[in-house]
């Protein structure tokens, strides 16, 4: 059985394939910068050497890794946000589906449990009741036999 993708998984996938997109468009217009300056510098009669010793870590490297870790980073988290919402979203609908057709049983057990209470606390009042009926005898025993011993 095939499940549907959660309409939210869907709009993260999207946001993730166009957040990536930008990302490679912004690495393709950074090398393409470094060519069209390292042209420049030639053109402007700079050796290729030294044109590329001073931008390659000035403005290569950067370039390429900015959309890398930027762009890219962002379109992973977007993509890994929407696997999660479709994995809590199918995990959410099969855990409903479940409690919706246990709350009969569940109503069941709660008047059981509560008739089990009820009987206990029935039980507990009576033993209460004997216990002070007991402690009375008790003390109109033990008064009696005060009232016996003679006095000396």
Not at 27 to 35: C, D, G, V
Not at 67 to 78: H, K, Q, R, S
């Amino acid at each position: 059985m095939k499940t549907k993708m959660s309409k939210s998984s869907i709009v993260f996938f999207i946001a993730a394939a166009f957040v990536a997109v930008v990302g490679t468009s912004l690495l393709i217009n950074n090398i393409l910068l470094y060519s069209d300056n390292v042209t420049m510098y030639v053109s402007q009669g700079y050796s290729v050497e030294t044109v590329n010793a001073q931008l390659l870590p000035a403005q290569l490297i950067p370039g390429v890794l900015e959309p890398i870790g930027v762009m890219y980073g962002i379109a992973f988290v977007l993509a890994a946000a929407g696997v999660l919402n479709n994995k809590l979203s199918k995990v959410l609908e099969l855990s409903a589906v479940p409690a919706a057709s246990a709350l009969p049983e569940a109503e069941a057990e709660v008047e059981e449990v509560t008739e089990a209470v009820e009987a206990e606390e029935e039980a507990a009042v009576e033993n209460e009741t004997e216990a002070e009926a007991a402690v009375e005898t008790i003390v109109e025993e033990a008064e009696k036999k005060e009232d016996e011993v003679p006095a000396v």
